[in-house]
């Protein structure tokens, strides 16, 4: 069997796997992905969308586009999910116009994160009049503010690295990546001294707890392009020998 008559089964079949075979293929899948996005089952047309953001690109943002107007919400929450990274430039004007006029906080969320990927006085525009307030909506659009190089929503985010709850800092700590502005690394180092308990991890039993400092770490490997000789990542509780490496490597 061909990889696009594969592909095409596995859409028709709201098959997951299709994401592997179309991520695979590239631009050559999105032939297919048009016609499942399409479909008459609400899973094909998911699976359409969790390909699309795979195989990324204009035409592929047309398609994810095309789901932000989806009639199942499982379908618009993928499509908001995958346009929430690097999104492409074809899905702008659908990305904004939903952000306006959706009623759904969890696609808006998604999308307030979307936003920050297209400089431009609409777009600051939008956020701004969302960016009010405690929900996860105005604390994202706000970091899209960052992202963009808006005064008031730097200062806004930067000001939560000094929050009194551990989580609020050790969150902010964390979008700083999706703001990747490595000038900011000077406002991060400070916080490798938290060693308070943030974010519990692991099974529900047998949680850990990581603190802001191993945040603060992960956030300045990527800001900074580190190469530390230990390995990283988002569960990973380093030692204190590991977060006096990072301090020396990064004064």
Known sequence: MSAQAEL???LEEGDFRAVE???AMGDAAVPALRKGATMAGYRSRQVAMACAGKVGGDAAGEILALGLKDGNVNVRV???GQLSVNPPESAKNAILSTLVRSTETDVREMLAFSAGYFP?????AILRSIASGEEVLASNARMALARLGDPAGRDAVLSDLSSSDPLVRYETVGGLRYVN???LAVRVKPLLLDTENAQAIGPGGWSKYRRVCDQAVDTLVYLLKLTLPFPTGEETIYTGEQLLHVRD???
């Open 78 to 80: 993928a499509a908001a």
């Open 181 to 183: 502005d490595p000038s």
């Open 120 to 124: 431009g006085e609409r777009t600051v």
């Open 21 to 23: 075979v179309a991520g």
């Open 8 to 10: 095409a089964r596995l």
């Open 249 to 251: 490597l990064t004064r």
